[in-house]
């Protein structure tokens, strides 16, 4: 039964971010409640929890709010570290992969994918991803005119994960990327060509002729079978969160280059897209994770946590 203690990810079924996180949650074997989310805004029941921030997607322990997968998978590890996803001897590689992964060849597929469904993209969803890039046109007939180089482009990065696997095949294992066992490095690469799976596969599978290996080791990690999730209200979920508490966290703030100390009010915005300034009393500052304290009727005392690496801090 969910609780305080429960995760719950506030996701939708065609969301390759969420699926990062729900590969993550079956390899670990993970107990685990799901909010199905709107795929566009409005979601009126996230933005009390997450004070405005709309990417996808959110997971909520109790009172703890943690935005986008990098912070979600390092709580992930953090409360729950057996079975390992963070491979001794590859520190900190995980979340460079991630750079590359969740950055241009997160683009090249969502120019794939569009440019091939372009005919059949609802306006509604065209204007929501508009208002999420700032601004910018989402224009289906530019990416379905350039879908031939950026097929190229896609397959060329998918190649990648090949030479990788034939050199750890060479060496003895090659099973997964860095080694024997799946981890951080495998769940940043397998969104992509599951988003592909799911929305073109017919290229996805002209591209696996020549990738022997990456279609093993895609079928390898889309074999695991983890926990059914249970799938509650959004309602529900305010309610956990406002008969919670957040976890205890000493109030500090380790080097900062802005001279942050706790109490101090501020705002956190992702760099990239979907600018949406979160403002909050500082709790805790470090290199890899900024932790604010909201309060709000709906769900009252929250931490809403982010990642370091790819978000904007200011006084406000």
């Given at each position: 039964?969910?609780?305080?203690?429960?995760?719950?990810?506030?996701?939708?079924?065609?969301?390759?971010?969420?699926?990062?996180?729900?590969?993550?949650?079956?390899?670990?074997?993970?107990?685990?409640?799901?909010?199905?989310?709107?795929?566009?805004?409005?979601?009126?029941?996230?933005?009390?929890?997450?004070?405005?921030?709309?990417?996808?997607?959110?997971?909520?322990?109790?009172?703890?709010?943690?935005?986008?997968?990098?912070?979600?998978?390092?709580?992930?590890?953090?409360?729950?570290?057996?079975?390992?996803?963070?491979?001794?001897?590859?520190?900190?590689?995980?979340?460079?992969?991630?750079?590359?992964?969740?950055?241009?060849?997160?683009?090249?597929?969502?120019?794939?994918?569009?440019?091939?469904?372009?005919?059949?993209?609802?306006?509604?969803?065209?204007?929501?991803?508009?208002?999420?890039?700032?601004?910018?046109?989402?224009?289906?007939?530019?990416?379905?005119?350039?879908?031939?180089?950026?097929?190229?482009?896609?397959?060329?990065?998918?190649?990648?994960?090949?030479?990788?696997?034939?050199?750890?095949?060479?060496?003895?294992?090659?099973?997964?990327?860095?080694?024997t066992k799946p981890g951080l490095v495998d769940v940043h690469a397998y969104m992509n060509v599951w988003f592909m799976q799911q929305n073109v596969p017919d290229f996805l599978e002209q591209c696996f002729e020549t990738a022997d290996l990456t279609r093993a080791w895609f079928e390898r990690l889309s074999e695991f079978e983890g926990q059914e999730p249970e799938t509650i209200s959004s309602t529900d979920a305010l309610r956990i969160a406002k008969h919670a508490a957040p976890r205890l966290v000493a109030a500090t703030t380790r080097s900062e280059s802005q001279g942050f100390a706790p109490g101090e009010m501020v705002a956190v915005c992702p760099d990239d897209y979907g600018k949406v300034w979160v403002e909050g009393e500082l709790v805790h500052a470090d290199s890899q994770r900024v932790i604010l304290q909201r309060i709000t009727e709906e769900a009252e005392t929250l931490h809403v946590h982010f990642p370091r690496a790819g978000y904007l801090v200011r006084r406000i």
């Open positions: 039964m969910t609780d305080a203690r429960s995760i719950i990810l506030h996701e939708y079924p065609t969301s390759p971010y969420a699926e990062k996180i729900r590969l993550a949650l079956r390899l670990k074997n993970l107990a685990w409640s799901r909010v199905e989310i709107p795929v566009i805004m409005p979601k009126p029941d996230l933005m009390p929890l997450t004070g405005g921030y709309r990417r996808t997607p959110v997971m909520q322990i109790g009172a703890d709010i943690f935005c986008d997968t990098a912070i979600i998978l390092r709580e992930l590890e953090a409360r729950y570290p057996m079975p390992t996803l963070k491979l001794p001897g590859h520190e900190g590689l995980a979340q460079m992969v991630a750079g590359w992964t969740d950055g241009r060849w997160f683009q090249a597929s969502v120019a794939v994918i569009f440019g091939a469904l372009a005919d059949h993209v609802p306006e509604d969803f065209r204007k929501d991803r508009e208002e999420l890039s700032g601004g910018q046109a989402f224009d289906t007939a530019a990416m379905k005119a350039a879908a031939p180089m950026m097929r190229d482009q896609w397959r060329a990065r998918l190649m990648l994960l090949e030479e990788r696997l034939q050199g750890g095949k060479g060496a003895g294992s090659g099973l997964y990327l860095i080694g």
